[in-house]
Protein backbone atom coordinates (compact mmCIF):
# COMPACT_ATOMS: atom_id res chain seq x y z
CA UNK A 1 0.00 0.00 0.00
CA UNK A 2 0.76 3.51 -0.54
CA UNK A 3 3.02 5.68 2.15
CA UNK A 4 2.30 9.44 1.99
CA UNK A 5 4.05 12.19 3.49
CA UNK A 6 1.48 15.42 4.29
CA UNK A 7 3.55 18.31 5.26
CA UNK A 8 3.48 20.59 7.31
CA UNK A 9 1.58 18.56 10.14
CA UNK A 10 -0.08 21.42 11.73
CA UNK A 11 0.27 25.26 11.48
CA UNK A 12 -0.99 28.64 12.49
CA UNK A 13 -1.79 31.44 10.36
CA UNK A 14 -3.13 34.50 10.33
CA UNK A 15 -6.10 35.96 8.89
CA UNK A 16 -5.59 36.57 4.64
CA UNK A 17 -2.40 34.72 4.02
CA UNK A 18 -2.22 31.43 2.01
CA UNK A 19 -1.08 28.37 3.33
CA UNK A 20 0.08 25.46 1.10
CA UNK A 21 0.37 21.42 2.21
CA UNK A 22 2.22 19.27 0.35
CA UNK A 23 1.81 15.54 -0.18
CA UNK A 24 3.91 12.90 -1.64
CA UNK A 25 3.49 9.80 -2.37
CA UNK A 26 6.09 6.64 -2.62
CA UNK A 27 4.41 5.32 -5.58
CA UNK A 28 2.78 6.85 -9.01
CA UNK A 29 -0.54 7.44 -8.93
CA UNK A 30 -3.45 8.20 -10.95
CA UNK A 31 -5.88 10.34 -8.85
CA UNK A 32 -4.96 12.14 -5.44
CA UNK A 33 -7.91 13.39 -3.53
CA UNK A 34 -7.64 15.83 -0.99
CA UNK A 35 -10.28 16.41 2.00
CA UNK A 36 -11.06 18.86 4.74
CA UNK A 37 -12.16 18.12 8.09
CA UNK A 38 -13.90 20.83 9.75
CA UNK A 39 -13.53 20.40 14.03
CA UNK A 40 -15.14 17.86 15.35
CA UNK A 41 -16.54 16.83 11.57
CA UNK A 42 -16.72 13.95 9.04
CA UNK A 43 -14.33 14.47 6.11
CA UNK A 44 -15.58 16.35 3.11
CA UNK A 45 -13.90 15.73 -0.90
CA UNK A 46 -12.47 19.31 -1.69
CA UNK A 47 -11.14 18.16 -5.06
CA UNK A 48 -9.58 15.67 -7.47
CA UNK A 49 -6.15 16.01 -8.11
CA UNK A 50 -5.69 14.85 -11.89
CA UNK A 51 -1.89 14.48 -13.26
CA UNK A 52 -1.79 16.58 -16.64
CA UNK A 53 -5.00 18.01 -16.22
CA UNK A 54 -7.00 20.49 -13.88
CA UNK A 55 -8.20 19.74 -10.40
CA UNK A 56 -12.00 19.05 -10.01
CA UNK A 57 -13.94 20.74 -7.43
CA UNK A 58 -16.26 19.32 -5.27
CA UNK A 59 -19.52 21.67 -5.11
CA UNK A 60 -18.91 24.44 -3.08
CA UNK A 61 -15.64 24.39 -3.28
CA UNK A 62 -13.68 26.59 -5.86
CA UNK A 63 -10.14 27.16 -7.78
CA UNK A 64 -9.21 30.72 -6.46
CA UNK A 65 -9.97 29.72 -3.10
CA UNK A 66 -8.10 25.99 -3.28
CA UNK A 67 -5.80 25.94 -5.91
CA UNK A 68 -4.31 22.42 -6.43
CA UNK A 69 -0.79 21.49 -8.37
CA UNK A 70 -0.56 17.98 -9.48
CA UNK A 71 3.07 18.06 -11.55
CA UNK A 72 3.80 14.52 -11.35
CA UNK A 73 2.12 11.27 -10.47
CA UNK A 74 3.76 11.28 -6.74
CA UNK A 75 3.15 14.73 -5.88
CA UNK A 76 0.75 16.98 -5.48
CA UNK A 77 -0.13 20.96 -3.41
CA UNK A 78 -3.17 22.08 -1.73
CA UNK A 79 -3.37 25.88 -1.04
CA UNK A 80 -5.86 27.57 1.00
CA UNK A 81 -6.00 30.64 0.19
CA UNK A 82 -7.32 34.38 1.97
CA UNK A 83 -7.21 32.54 5.29
CA UNK A 84 -9.97 33.07 7.45
CA UNK A 85 -10.92 31.44 10.79
CA UNK A 86 -13.57 29.46 8.95
CA UNK A 87 -10.70 27.54 7.23
CA UNK A 88 -9.12 25.90 10.55
CA UNK A 89 -9.86 22.73 10.10
CA UNK A 90 -7.50 19.68 8.94
CA UNK A 91 -6.94 19.04 5.67
CA UNK A 92 -6.16 15.55 4.45
CA UNK A 93 -4.81 14.03 1.22
CA UNK A 94 -5.52 10.11 0.27
CA UNK A 95 -4.77 8.10 -2.84
CA UNK A 96 -6.51 5.10 -3.86
CA UNK A 97 -4.77 2.04 -5.94
CA UNK A 98 -7.44 1.02 -7.79
CA UNK A 99 -11.18 1.93 -8.51
CA UNK A 100 -13.83 0.21 -6.06
CA UNK A 101 -10.30 0.09 -3.42
CA UNK A 102 -9.54 1.87 -0.04
CA UNK A 103 -7.65 4.82 -0.03
CA UNK A 104 -4.62 5.70 1.85
CA UNK A 105 -4.23 8.83 4.00
CA UNK A 106 -1.40 11.23 4.71
CA UNK A 107 -1.39 12.07 8.78
CA UNK A 108 -3.13 15.36 7.93
CA UNK A 109 -2.54 19.20 8.03
CA UNK A 110 -3.91 20.34 11.10
CA UNK A 111 -4.40 24.56 10.37
CA UNK A 112 -5.40 27.06 12.76
CA UNK A 113 -6.47 30.52 11.56
CA UNK A 114 -5.98 34.05 14.26
CA UNK B 1 -23.41 15.95 1.28
CA UNK B 2 -23.14 12.88 3.73
CA UNK B 3 -24.25 9.91 2.29
CA UNK B 4 -23.73 8.10 5.46
CA UNK B 5 -25.10 8.55 8.63
CA UNK B 6 -23.30 6.77 11.98
CA UNK B 7 -24.82 5.97 15.35
CA UNK B 8 -24.42 7.09 18.08
CA UNK B 9 -22.66 9.34 17.60
CA UNK B 10 -20.54 9.16 20.81
CA UNK B 11 -19.86 5.35 22.84
CA UNK B 12 -18.17 5.14 25.82
CA UNK B 13 -17.63 1.32 27.15
CA UNK B 14 -15.49 -0.69 29.45
CA UNK B 15 -12.57 -2.37 28.75
CA UNK B 16 -13.21 -6.25 27.37
CA UNK B 17 -16.82 -4.95 26.22
CA UNK B 18 -17.65 -5.14 22.48
CA UNK B 19 -18.95 -1.81 20.52
CA UNK B 20 -21.07 -1.99 17.58
CA UNK B 21 -21.31 1.11 15.36
CA UNK B 22 -23.81 1.29 12.69
CA UNK B 23 -23.80 3.38 9.67
CA UNK B 24 -26.65 4.05 7.23
CA UNK B 25 -26.26 4.91 3.58
CA UNK B 26 -28.65 6.37 1.15
CA UNK B 27 -27.76 4.81 -2.62
CA UNK B 28 -26.85 1.85 -4.19
CA UNK B 29 -23.45 0.99 -3.33
CA UNK B 30 -20.54 -1.91 -4.81
CA UNK B 31 -18.82 -1.75 -1.52
CA UNK B 32 -18.97 0.03 1.61
CA UNK B 33 -15.54 0.72 3.70
CA UNK B 34 -14.94 1.27 7.21
CA UNK B 35 -12.19 3.45 8.70
CA UNK B 36 -10.58 4.10 12.03
CA UNK B 37 -8.93 7.88 12.93
CA UNK B 38 -6.43 8.24 15.72
CA UNK B 39 -6.95 11.99 17.60
CA UNK B 40 -7.29 14.10 14.26
CA UNK B 41 -4.58 12.09 12.55
CA UNK B 42 -5.16 10.48 9.46
CA UNK B 43 -7.36 7.47 8.35
CA UNK B 44 -6.79 3.93 8.49
CA UNK B 45 -8.27 1.79 6.46
CA UNK B 46 -9.97 -1.21 8.35
CA UNK B 47 -12.54 -3.52 6.13
CA UNK B 48 -14.17 -3.38 2.91
CA UNK B 49 -16.63 -4.96 2.70
CA UNK B 50 -18.77 -5.54 -0.70
CA UNK B 51 -22.29 -5.14 -2.01
CA UNK B 52 -22.32 -9.33 -2.66
CA UNK B 53 -20.94 -9.74 0.91
CA UNK B 54 -23.06 -10.19 3.89
CA UNK B 55 -20.24 -10.40 6.47
CA UNK B 56 -16.78 -9.96 6.62
CA UNK B 57 -14.25 -10.20 10.04
CA UNK B 58 -10.88 -9.03 10.59
CA UNK B 59 -9.53 -10.31 13.83
CA UNK B 60 -11.37 -8.16 16.47
CA UNK B 61 -13.31 -6.83 13.74
CA UNK B 62 -16.91 -7.90 12.17
CA UNK B 63 -18.53 -6.31 9.42
CA UNK B 64 -22.00 -6.96 8.56
CA UNK B 65 -23.47 -5.27 5.32
CA UNK B 66 -27.61 -5.33 4.51
CA UNK B 67 -28.18 -4.00 0.65
CA UNK B 68 -31.94 -4.04 1.43
CA UNK B 69 -32.19 -1.76 3.99
CA UNK B 70 -29.04 0.55 3.24
CA UNK B 71 -27.01 -0.31 6.43
CA UNK B 72 -24.14 -1.33 7.87
CA UNK B 73 -22.55 -2.41 11.07
CA UNK B 74 -18.88 -2.65 12.82
CA UNK B 75 -18.58 -4.18 15.81
CA UNK B 76 -15.16 -4.30 17.79
CA UNK B 77 -14.87 -7.49 19.99
CA UNK B 78 -12.95 -7.87 23.33
CA UNK B 79 -12.38 -4.23 23.15
CA UNK B 80 -9.16 -2.25 24.61
CA UNK B 81 -8.24 1.26 25.23
CA UNK B 82 -6.15 1.38 22.46
CA UNK B 83 -9.09 1.04 20.31
CA UNK B 84 -10.46 4.69 21.56
CA UNK B 85 -10.81 6.28 18.03
CA UNK B 86 -13.33 7.42 15.56
CA UNK B 87 -14.47 5.41 12.96
CA UNK B 88 -16.28 5.84 10.23
CA UNK B 89 -18.09 4.10 7.40
CA UNK B 90 -17.69 5.34 3.58
CA UNK B 91 -18.92 4.32 0.12
CA UNK B 92 -18.14 5.60 -3.20
CA UNK B 93 -19.51 8.72 -4.39
CA UNK B 94 -22.01 8.46 -6.79
CA UNK B 95 -20.45 8.03 -10.38
CA UNK B 96 -17.43 7.63 -8.90
CA UNK B 97 -15.33 4.52 -8.30
CA UNK B 98 -12.65 5.96 -6.26
CA UNK B 99 -13.89 8.89 -4.52
CA UNK B 100 -15.46 8.20 -0.89
CA UNK B 101 -18.00 9.94 0.85
CA UNK B 102 -17.46 9.53 4.63
CA UNK B 103 -20.67 8.82 7.38
CA UNK B 104 -20.94 11.25 10.31
CA UNK B 105 -18.54 9.03 12.59
CA UNK B 106 -18.58 7.33 16.03
CA UNK B 107 -16.39 8.39 18.59
CA UNK B 108 -15.39 5.90 20.69
CA UNK B 109 -13.69 5.49 24.06
CA UNK B 110 -12.91 2.16 25.50
CA UNK B 111 -12.40 2.82 29.36
CA UNK B 112 -9.76 1.26 30.86
Known amino acids: SAVISQKPSRDICQRGTSLTIQCQVD?????MFWYRQQPGQSLTLIAT?????????ESGFVIDKFPISRPNLTFSTLTVSNLSPEDSSIYLC???????????FGNGTRLTVT | SQQGEEDPQALSIQEGENATMNCSYK?????LQWYRQNSGRGLVHLIL?????REKHSGRLRVTLDTSKKSSSLLITASRAADTASYFCATPQSGSARQLTFGSGTQLTVLP
Open chain 2, 27 to 31: TSINN
Open chain 1, 94 to 104: SVGDAANSPLH
Open chain 1, 27 to 31: SQVTM
Open chain 2, 49 to 53: IRSNE
Open chain 1, 49 to 57: ANQGSEATY
